[in-house]
């Protein structure tokens, strides 16, 4: 996750301490902190969206945690000191339990955020969220209008998303917005950008696309399409600071991100080039990603390296503690995804920017090679671009 907020203006933002070891809490090292838990709570999803990495619907999926199963993994969670809890779905808000559950987690001392498509956010549970003390929500949007309620398979999906951010703000609540770079979104990314505007939305988070679940029926997006999108949100950002406007915005999914940011820096000759490298120097990218700084637990309890990586799964928490699958796992991709940069092949082995970026994101090699160390299809930068490292930023 790259904070271009952070990043671009050195505005701080609240999870600085853990994405770049700076403000109170931060621990020494990227590779010493806890995981953040993505946490599917339910695989029932009220939407049909084309892109679900879970393959979600409206129905009820049997083997689902129960009550008193959930509590353990709420109560080991707690006392293993996850800086995080997500819960997601599926629609968590369809979970018949999820606000027991929440006040359940934030009784126990949890840092929560809650991952919806919005629809189910009505002005009373807007409240009830924002008394549990949810610390942020995240509504996931996919374009304006049709085209989200295309990618959503409802009609009106769009309207309440909308509605959604509003009953939130008006609650007092923190709301953001939640995006995957499709051909669709990134051909419609000024609008996009126009309405984050308009609707004062201050967290925006900017997922690349991840070819899994429903997903993996998504054509793939051009290198080209990634640049431009990219370009264009940082001018953004740019832009954003420049007139005084508050809003925290992230891309998600793609360590290169890192690599060509500085890149970008450098041709300006920024004075922020130096700052930016050392931030992204500690993050590490890949390097501390899913299998260290993100984990995930699905419905039925199995765990696994992080949400998009359902074909992996490290254990099941109806059998052992997350904690205890999490830090005595032997299995040979977690334990690399770990130590990964003696195992990157293809253009992420003779990159020069392992040490920020770690070699993309694994899960995409293994989807697209059957490989978790092949090269990040979905890395943009070009040939001559990943060979620069040391002629142009390093110190």
Request: aromatic share 8%.
């Amino acid at each position: 996750m790259i904070n271009l907020t952070t990043l671009l203006s050195g505005e701080s933002q609240p999870a600085d301490y853990l994405r770049y070891g700076r403000g109170h809490g931060a621990p020494k090292t990227a590779g010493e902190r806890r995981p953040i838990v993505v946490w599917n709570i339910t695989r029932s999803c009220n939407l049909k969206c084309l892109h679900c990495y879970s393959d979600s619907d409206a129905k009820s999926y049997a083997g689902e945690l129960d009550w008193d199963q959930c509590k353990a993994v709420v109560d080991d969670l707690a006392a293993y000191g996850v800086p995080g809890l997500l819960l997601s779905g599926g629609e968590p808000l369809a979970h018949p339990q999820v606000f027991k559950l929440a006040d359940y987690a934030k009784s126990k001392g949890l840092r929560l955020t809650l991952s919806t498509n919005g629809t189910l956010i009505t002005p009373d549970k807007a409240v009830l969220i924002k008394q549990i003390g949810f610390a942020y929500v995240g509504i996931s949007l996919d374009g304006i209008g049709s085209t989200h309620d295309h990618f959503r398979g409802r009609k009106g999906s769009f309207e309440l998303a909308v509605n959604a951010f509003r009953h939130c703000r008006a609650a007092g609540q923190r709301v953001g917005l939640r995006l995957t770079l499709t051909k669709h979104t990134i051909g419609d990314i000024e609008g996009i950008l126009e309405f984050i505007e308009k609707e004062n939305i201050d967290r925006v988070c900017f997922y690349h696309l991840v070819n899994s679940g429903r997903g993996a029926d998504l054509a793939a997006v051009t290198h080209d399409d990634t640049r431009h999108a990219i370009d264009t949100i940082m001018a953004k950002v740019k832009y954003w600071h420049q007139t005084g406007q508050k809003r925290e915005v992230l891309t998600v999914a793609q360590p290169a991100d890192g690599p060509y940011l500085l890149l970008k820096l450098a041709e300006e000759n920024s004075p922020r080039l130096n700052d930016v490298r050392q931030l992204l120097q500690w993050n590490g990218g890949g390097n501390n990603g899913p299998g260290i700084g993100i984990a995930n637990i699905d419905s039925q309890g199995n765990v696994h390296p992080d949400q998009f990586w359902q074909g992996l799964t490290l254990g099941n928490v109806k059998e052992k503690p997350f904690s205890e699958i999490w830090g005595q796992s032997t299995d040979p991709v977690l334990l690399g995804l770990r130590n990964r940069r003696a195992k990157l092949k293809g253009r992420c082995q003779r990159c020069t920017w392992q040490e920020i970026c770690g070699g993309g994101f694994r899960v995409r090699a293994w989807q697209h090679h059957g490989d978790p160390w092949q090269e990040d299809p979905g890395c943009y930068l070009n040939e001559e671009e990943i060979a620069q490292a040391s002629a142009e930023v390093s110190s």
